[in-house]
């Protein structure tokens, strides 16, 4: 959902001037100049509200409600391995990372779009038993819900290892259902109801392109090997402020050793230390929120005389000057609930948009209409 609300000018400065001007399209541009200064190292956290938490799809339309002071793009990304600071190339990488928490499931979303131009899918390995994380490119979470900084790596040693502070190195592609590597013993950590992944990318590897990435992690104060039992989840609060980091791994076909390392902090050291994390502040929720409707629909499967026409159902709430459905098939309505009759058979993502007084909301579902020959 995009709001236009008339923007205060030292504001809409203040975010150009911070890259995070929400028009940008990924990849396209070329390098600012002069480049934007790096802010201080202190980021908000969006608020969900429980009626509008992201669902974990790899389609970032339910993200459309977190608005640019909840995002960071390449511009606030330093490089580290090959010492290639903030000499960016938006044709080789260009992101644009948005974080969000809720209160209720106690849990840390983040929403990722990548511009690359050698999607690495190359995975070397994924069993427990092996630690290597591979040849893909990677996003590295880093999360210390309590700020209690220190050492979290300690040596290697297990017992230590993502203890107050947890690490994951996430795949940016999904492949035979693996999404993450949790750098210790608790693999338990990379699952449900722990965390969920999805991405999207129908490309194949070694091709250039748009990709996204969504996902939850669940943080713990503790989190040992065996599980919840022993462990202490963290409990997200408003106002409170977490350490966190995250870190772009960009490995192109023709660097297989050292992969470029793009990092949120101001220190390479963060991946190993909570001391060095920037910091998160949990933002309030946002009260505008509460006057834009909430979109939603359903269909019903097609009957046996009419298999291609699908009725849907709007279950919409808040208040609404019209909508526009797009059956994803190149057709559009704009009644309520309509009944569409698809031409052909295949699966078609549906999205509906509902306007409002103050622009509109979308919600999209992936593949949603599945019509078989
Ligand atoms: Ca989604
Ligand atoms: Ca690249
Ligand atoms: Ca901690
Ligand atoms: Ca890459």
Same mark, same amino acid.
């Given at each position: 959902?995009?709001?236009?609300?008339?923007?205060?000018?030292?504001?809409?400065?203040?975010l150009?001037?911070?890259?995070l001007?929400?028009?940008?399209?990924?990849?396209?541009?070329? !390098?600012?100049?002069?480049?934007?200064?790096?802010?201080?190292?202190? =980021?908000q956290?969006f608020? @969900?509200?429980?009626?509008?938490?992201?669902?974990?799809?790899?389609?970032?339309?339910?993200? *459309?409600?977190?608005g640019g002071e909840y995002a960071?793009?390449? %511009?606030?990304?330093?490089? %580290? &391995?090959?010492?290639?600071?903030?000499?960016?190339?938006? $044709?080789?990488?260009? !992101?644009?990372?948005?974080?969000? %928490?809720?209160?209720?499931? &106690?849990?840390?979303?983040?929403?990722?779009? #990548?511009?690359?131009?050698?999607?690495?899918?190359?995975?070397?390995?994924?069993?427990?038993?092996?630690? &290597?994380?591979?040849?893909?490119?990677?996003?590295?979470?880093?999360?210390?819900?309590? &700020?209690?900084?220190?050492? @979290?790596?300690?040596?290697?040693?297990?017992?230590?290892?993502?203890?107050?502070?947890?690490? +994951?190195?996430? #795949?940016? /592609?999904?492949?035979?259902?693996? /999404?993450?590597?949790?750098?210790?013993?608790?693999?338990?950590?990379? *699952?449900?109801?722990?965390?969920?992944?999805?991405?999207? =990318?129908?490309?194949?590897?070694?091709?250039?392109?748009?990709?996204?990435?969504?996902?939850?992690?669940?943080?713990?104060? =503790?989190?040992?090997?065996?599980?919840?039992?022993?462990?202490?989840?963290?409990?997200?609060?408003?106002?409170?402020?977490?350490?966190?980091? %995250?870190?772009?791994?960009?490995?192109?076909?023709?660097?297989?050793?050292?992969?470029?390392?793009?990092?949120?902090?101001?220190?390479?050291?963060? =991946?190993?230390?909570?001391?060095?994390?920037?910091? @998160?502040?949990?933002?309030?929720? *946002?009260?505008?929120?509460?006057?834009?409707?909430?979109?939603?629909?359903?269909?019903?499967?097609?009957?046996?005389?009419?298999?291609?026409?699908?009725?849907?159902? $709007?279950?919409?709430?808040?208040?609404?000057?019209?909508?526009?459905?797009?059956?994803?098939?190149?057709?559009?309505?704009?009644?309520?609930?309509?009944? /569409?009759? #698809?031409?052909?058979?295949?699966?078609?993502?549906?999205?509906?948009?509902?306007? /409002?007084?103050?622009?509109?909301?979308?919600?999209?579902?992936?593949? +949603?209409?599945?019509?078989?020959?």
């Amino acid at each position: 959902m995009r709001i236009w609300v008339p923007i205060p000018l030292a504001l809409l400065v203040a975010l150009l001037a911070s890259g995070l001007a929400e028009g940008r399209e990924l990849g396209k541009g070329s !390098v600012a100049d002069p480049l934007p200064p790096v802010g201080p190292r202190l =980021y908000q956290c969006f608020q @969900f509200p429980d009626n509008r938490l992201p669902v974990i799809d790899g389609d970032l339309s339910d993200w *459309e409600l977190v608005g640019g002071e909840y995002a960071q793009d390449t %511009y606030g990304l330093i490089e %580290y &391995n090959r010492k290639i600071g903030r000499g960016y190339d938006l $044709n080789d990488l260009d !992101v644009r990372v948005r974080t969000g %928490y809720s209160v209720s499931t &106690n849990r840390i979303y983040v929403a990722v779009e #990548y511009w690359d131009d050698f999607h690495n899918f190359d995975r070397l390995v994924t069993t427990p038993n092996n630690t &290597n994380p591979g040849n893909d490119d990677i996003f590295e979470l880093v999360v210390d819900a309590d &700020n209690s900084g220190g050492d @979290f790596i300690d040596g290697l040693d297990p017992r230590h290892m993502s203890t107050h502070t947890q690490n +994951y190195h996430i #795949y940016a /592609h999904e492949r035979d259902g693996e /999404h993450v590597w949790v750098w210790g013993p608790q693999h338990w950590l990379g *699952e449900a109801p722990y965390s969920q992944w999805a991405s999207h =990318y129908d490309q194949p590897h070694g091709t250039a392109g748009l990709s996204t990435l969504e996902f939850y992690v669940t943080p713990f104060n =503790y989190a040992h090997a065996a599980g919840l039992k022993l462990s202490a989840p963290a409990q997200l609060a408003v106002g409170d402020t977490i350490g966190l980091d %995250y870190s772009v791994l960009d490995r192109d076909d023709d660097e297989p050793q050292v992969c470029k390392f793009w990092a949120l902090a101001d220190t390479i050291l963060m =991946y190993r230390n909570a001391d060095f994390l920037p910091d @998160f502040v949990l933002a309030p929720l *946002e009260q505008k929120l509460s006057v834009v409707p909430v979109v939603e629909f359903r269909s019903r499967a097609p009957g046996a005389k009419d298999p291609r026409a699908v009725q849907f159902a $709007n279950m919409t709430t808040g208040e609404v000057s019209g909508f526009r459905w797009d059956f994803g098939d190149g057709e559009a309505s704009t009644e309520k609930e309509p009944l /569409h009759r #698809y031409q052909q058979p295949g699966r078609y993502t549906v999205t509906l948009e509902a306007h /409002h007084d103050q622009g509109s909301c979308r919600k999209r579902k992936l593949d +949603y209409v599945l019509l078989p020959q």
